[in-house]
């Protein structure tokens, strides 16, 4: 059985108040969305210092980049942010409270990366942005406060995914060193079939059906599943990654393969972390207002793991 707070069973209500997002063509659902009003969100944590960049990308386009810095002289460490939102939604500004929060008390600078997003921009697009974005962050160091050699990649679901992937990709390309990863229920394998899929397929946000709905979106054919860039899980190694901390929601479909990843992780030699939060959904990040102790109780899971993997070095 789920074990599921009341404010989780309170969330899941609300959420299936409405149609089912995978009821929606994606581009008219973004349409739908851009046309709701902003929600105030609650209490926003306190933050020293908020900007915004445009960058230029592999194809010439441009990407936006809102940065958090906390108070201080710095430099700080960077924390560079891929949000969820399973490749096809989401934005920066869902994450504003969990990443200010990062910022100020980790006393680290948030670079939350405005992605471009399938089916659109499909796979490999958001890879490329995301790698830019990091290159741009190590080659911008000084201009935005960062210290150069203490910069990690992080995000949740999707976002986490597409961390897993930066990294990979700067370790064989010989790019900016990454001093960590913080991975939030990160995606890991496209393959939907494991105990956690069966047990949570329904009812409990992410749904089995909408994450089909979000892969095929984002990659086109099924058969770029078994992608290693698409599913880490799928890199024949993984050796040579920065350290790794996993946060995990209990009551998610994609519990399993983040418990498979952490495993990869550690057969090939990277350290790794592992915490679940107890009786919350996949999203929580995301909902502050909802899950409110949750997002500062892993908040101080990537600070603490900030700091320790610091001290290692």
């Known amino acids: 059985m789920a074990n599921l707070t009341d404010r989780a069973k309170v969330y899941l209500e609300n959420f299936y108040n409405g149609p089912k997002i995978e009821s929606f063509d994606p581009i008219e659902l973004k349409a739908i969305q851009a046309q709701a009003p902003v929600l105030p969100q609650d209490n926003l944590p306190s933050i020293h210092q908020i900007e915004e960049r445009?960058?230029?990308?592999?194809?010439?386009?441009?990407?936006?980049?809102?940065?958090?810095?906390?108070?201080g002289e710095g430099p700080f460490p960077a924390l560079v942010y891929y949000h969820g939102g399973g490749w096809v939604i989401g934005s920066v500004e869902m994450f504003e409270a969990a990443n200010r929060l990062v910022a100020t008390e980790g006393k680290v600078v948030?670079?939350?990366?405005?992605?471009?997003?399938?089916?659109?921009?499909?796979?490999?697009?958001?890879i490329e942005d995301c790698y830019a974005a990091l290159e741009w962050v190590a080659a911008n160091s000084a201009e935005i406060n960062v210290i150069p050699n203490e910069i990690s990649v992080g995000g949740d679901s999707a976002g986490g995914n597409l961390s897993t992937v930066i990294a990979k990709k700067a370790l064989d390309n010989n790019g900016p060193t990454i001093q960590s990863q913080i991975l939030i229920y990160p995606v890991t394998n496209l393959e939907f079939d494991t105990d956690s899929y069966n047990q949570f397929a329904e009812g409990f946000g992410l749904d089995r059906d909408l994450m089909k709905w979000f892969?095929?979106?984002?990659?086109?054919?099924?058969?770029?599943?078994?992608e290693p860039d698409v599913s880490p899980l799928k890199y024949?190694?993984?050796?040579?990654l920065p350290p790794a901390i996993i946060i995990a929601a209990e009551n998610d479909v994609?519990?399993?393969?983040g418990v498979a990843y952490a495993e990869k992780l550690t057969q090939d030699g990277v350290n790794v972390q592992y915490e679940t939060i107890p009786g919350v959904i996949?999203?929580?990040?995301?909902?502050m207002d909802f899950f409110g102790d949750e997002t500062k109780q892993s908040v101080q899971y990537i600070v603490s793991f900030l700091n320790k993997v610091k001290q290692e070095v």
Not at 110 to 126: F, H, K, M, N, W
Request: charged fraction near 30%.
């Open 110 to 126: 948030v670079i939350s990366v405005d992605y471009r997003l399938a089916p659109e921009y499909p796979y490999p697009t958001p």
């Open 215 to 226: 892969g095929i979106h984002y990659v086109g054919d099924e058969k770029l599943y078994d």
């Open 282 to 287: 996949h999203g929580f990040y995301s909902n």
């Open 254 to 257: 994609l519990l399993d393969e």
């Open 236 to 240: 024949d190694t993984i050796q040579g």
């Open 54 to 71: 445009f960058i230029k990308v592999k194809d010439g386009e441009e990407i936006r980049l809102r940065i958090y810095t906390p108070e």
